[in-house]
């Protein structure tokens, strides 16, 4: 009986391992997923104003339309990281948001207000069987961080989280009455590509973190796959320019690496971050780049 018990235990754990396993690789598989050429539609709504000022004027709906690759970087197990290139015309290429998607992550950098990110180390056991979104700004500083699980479902497979952000691009020159997003995001693979669909709250939080919630969103991104001939000049940009991105990603790793709360000048002489970095030439030396994060980042 002691041997039968025995057997039936290591089977349990088999089996156990064996249907984890798959779920990781299931995972993974969706996540890559949102890697090729599509053509994307954005759609913005301010749904409703908490505001008392009688003055208030809720954000116009905002649509936009692009054609955008996410090139994959780096795909191992538990591990993938996606580059999204916005394509303006044949010559002129946007580096966009970068995705980077990690397994049972512990190590977070949560937003807090006003260019600050606070780091923190998550339990093990809240992270267990789930995956990290650490989402990247234009110029791969960090935008916000979500952990959760991916679920699927009756054929369906998507992803929810709702974390902390800075304001949206869109918002971020022409809004000063708000300083923090929530954002919960779902990230579904579609039939026809994937949809980041997103409910937000506008918040106003002070150095204590107590919030007021001065207006609700509606955001619809809808990724329509297309012939990854479509990207090509993306993907010609993208071999061009690699390394140079390798090197300031590199001294990015170096700044997450201190484990620390994390602040960003919000411009030096007038200029955000990205600015100067986007004028790098691919020769562009460590010294030049390292000088750039010395204005910037203060240890």
Request: one cysteine or more.
């Amino acid at each position: 009986m002691r041997k039968q018990n025995l057997i039936t235990a290591i089977l349990v754990l088999v089996f156990a391992v064996g249907f984890g396993q798959s779920k990781k690789e299931k995972d993974q598989a969706a996540i890559k997923k949102m890697c090729g050429c599509y053509e994307v539609t954005f759609n913005f709504a301010e749904t409703f104003s908490y505001s008392k000022d009688s003055l208030y004027k809720p954000s116009k709906t905002k649509y936009d339309y692009g054609l955008e690759w996410v090139e994959l970087l780096e795909d191992k197990p538990g591990k993938v990281v996606m580059q999204h290139l916005l394509i303006v015309s044949d010559t002129t290429i946007v580096k966009h948001w970068r995705q980077d998607w990690l397994f049972e992550n512990t190590d977070s950098y949560q937003f807090f207000k006003d260019n600050t990110w606070k780091f923190s180390q998550l339990k093990k056991s809240d992270v267990a069987g789930k995956w990290t979104q650490n989402v990247y700004q234009v110029d791969d500083s960090p935008r916000y961080s979500g952990t959760a699980t991916w679920v699927h479902i009756d054929g369906k497979s998507y992803w929810k989280n709702t974390t902390d952000a800075p304001l949206p691009r869109r918002e971020f020159t022409i809004r000063t009455d708000y300083n923090v997003l929530k954002r919960t995001n779902v990230h579904e693979i579609t039939n026809y590509g994937w949809l980041h669909e997103q409910d937000n709250e506008k918040l106003i939080r002070d150095e204590k973190g107590t919030d007021v919630l001065l207006a609700r969103e509606k955001g619809l991104d809808f990724y329509k796959k297309v012939d990854d001939s479509k990207c090509l000049a993306a993907q010609n940009w993208w071999k061009a320019n690699k390394q140079l991105w390798a090197q300031i990603n590199k001294k990015w790793n170096e700044v997450y690496n201190r484990k620390k709360d994390l602040h960003i000048e919000k411009t030096v002489n007038k200029q955000p971050m990205f600015m100067p970095l986007f004028e790098l030439k691919p020769q562009s030396t460590t010294a030049e780049i390292n000088s750039i994060f010395s204005q910037y980042i203060k240890s």
